[in-house]
């Protein structure tokens, strides 16, 4: 049996900035509380680690912090939140991804310009929430699904943007419909370049392999679109949070098993399967590369 892991797989840039900015915070801010508002990247295990190595304290809302430090992670938030945290007295840090950013920004650019603006995500997604947040008067469509634009009305001046980690694929009979309610239809592409080169590697891959492991968090989306991705491209997939979740009869008969993670799951987890897989008799080919 042979295990390969696909040529991009794991910590995307975002995320990366997002530990070494509460790295620097820890440092930074020694004997103050320390919070991240939600997990500051969708793995309980890091986030775990965090907790216990650094006193990293992930919250659910703002109520539950008392002085200290406010890290706000790649997902970004709405401003009003930023507020509300510095008027309880927060020192706030900006660990917001760029490309979240830049969505947020082209978002708010399409409605000041008088678009309809429609977003292309996960209605409760905190980056959906976010971008919504950014907008004026905080209104815009999102829709999941090709049905959902159906149920809009005609409309003049549309302005699409994409949740960040968006697979484009599934979006083509989408813009058409929406095109069709429109008189105009002006596209940002926002959807992010790490996530798109992380999709087609693993795609390529579970086209080749007879079983394809895909390592990350439950809890992220990320990780789950990269599972739908491989089992649309014919591998016997399955979602792993950590090595020891790996049961050895999913790879009876497999010549080749690949090994795709999402963007929030660290190496050492990776590392961790591919371990497990070596004790199993496989060989692995390559070794696991950072994304860019
Ligand atoms: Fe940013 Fe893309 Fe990662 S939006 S957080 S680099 S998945």
Same mark, same amino acid.
């Given at each position: 049996m042979r295990v390969r892991i696909a040529e991009r797989a794991g910590f995307c840039y975002g995320v990366r900035r997002a530990l070494s900015i509460v790295e620097r915070a820890v440092n930074e801010h020694r004997g103050e509380r320390i919070y991240t508002l939600?997990?500051?990247?969708?793995n309980p295990q890091a986030v775990q680690m965090l907790k216990e190595r650094m006193g990293v304290e992930p919250i659910s809302?703002? #109520?539950?912090?008392?002085g200290g430090v406010l890290i706000i992670r790649s997902h970004g938030v709405p401003p009003a939140l930023i507020e509300r945290a510095r008027a309880k007295g927060l020192k706030v840090i900006d660990a917001t991804c760029p490309f979240v950013k830049r969505a947020q920004n082209k978002a708010r650019q399409l409605a000041e310009e008088g678009y309809q603006v429609v977003i292309f995500g996960e209605k409760e997604h905190p980056e959906v929430i976010g971008i919504l947040g950014h907008l004026p008067d905080g209104r815009a469509y999102v829709v999941e699904t090709p049905e959902e634009i159906d149920g809009l009305p005609p409309m003049r001046r549309v302005g699409v943007i994409f949740?960040?980690?968006?697979?484009?694929?599934?979006?083509g009979d989408m813009l058409m419909k929406l095109l069709l309610k429109s008189e105009e239809l002006k596209i940002h592409n926002t959807i992010c370049h790490a996530i798109r080169d992380q999709q087609a590697a693993a795609r390529r891959l579970a086209e080749e392999a007879d079983v394809m492991l895909v390592v990350g968090g439950r809890n992220s989306g990320n990780t789950r679109r990269l599972v739908q991705i491989c089992r649309d491209a014919g591998a016997k997939s399955y979602h792993i949070e950590?090595?020891?979740?790996? #049961?050895?009869s999913w790879l009876k008969g497999a010549e080749l098993v690949g090994v795709a993670a999402g963007a929030s799951t660290p190496d050492f987890i990776i590392e961790g399967v591919l371990e497990r897989l070596k004790s199993m008799g496989a060989e692995v080919e390559g070794r696991l590369k950072r994304s860019p």
């Open positions: 939600g997990p500051i990247i969708h809302s703002l #109520d539950e912090a008392e949740q960040t980690t968006q697979e484009m694929r599934s979006f950590t090595a020891d979740e790996i #049961d050895p």
